[in-house]
C-alpha cells in the first residue's frame, strides 16, 4: 500500500501548480487524505485534507482562497490544486492517509514532491 505524490517544481510567484497523489489501493476509502508541506527549518504543517467518502474538506488559513483538494475515486488519486503562489508555499508537500480531517493521525505517508516559488 502506497502514495506517490507528484506534480512539485519551480514556478513563479502568483503560478500555479497541480500535485496529485495516487493510493495504490482502495485501502484508503476510509481515511482523510491529507496534504501536509515542510519548508526548511520549520516544523511539517498541515495543509489541506478531503475525505473520500462524501469529499469534505479542510484548508489551513493560509492557503484558503488559493488551494484546492479533490479526489478522483476511479483513479484513487488526490490533486491539490494551487493557486497565486506565494514564497512561504515553497516547501516539500507530502501526502498521507490519516484517520481524522484535521490529520492529527496519519497512519501512512506518501514521498514528499518539492514546491520551489521564485520570485
Known amino acids: 500500500v502506497q502514495l506517490q505524490a507528484s506534480g512539485g517544481g519551480l514556478v513563479q510567484a502568483g503560478g500555479s501548480l497541480r500535485l496529485s497523489c495516487a493510493a495504490s489501493?482502495?485501502?484508503?476509502?476510509?481515511?482523510?487524505m491529507t496534504w501536509f508541506r515542510q519548508a526548511p527549518g520549520k516544523e511539517r504543517e498541515f495543509v489541506a485534507a478531503?475525505?473520500?467518502?462524501?469529499?469534505?474538506?479542510l484548508y489551513a488559513d493560509s492557503v484558503k482562497g488559493r488551494f484546492t483538494i479533490s479526489r478522483d475515486n476511479a483513479k484513487n488519486t488526490v490533486h491539490l490544486q494551487m493557486n497565486s503562489l506565494k514564497a512561504e508555499d515553497a516547501a516539500v508537500y507530502y501526502c498521507?492517509?490519516?484517520?481524522?480531517?484535521?490529520?492529527?493521525?496519519?497512519?501512512?505517508w506518501g514521498q514528499g514532491t518539492k514546491v520551489t516559488v521564485s520570485s
Open positions: 498521507a492517509a490519516a484517520r481524522e480531517l484535521t490529520g492529527t493521525t496519519v497512519e501512512y
Open positions: 489501493a482502495r485501502t484508503f476509502s476510509s481515511y482523510a
Open positions: 478531503i475525505r473520500w467518502s462524501g469529499g469534505s474538506t
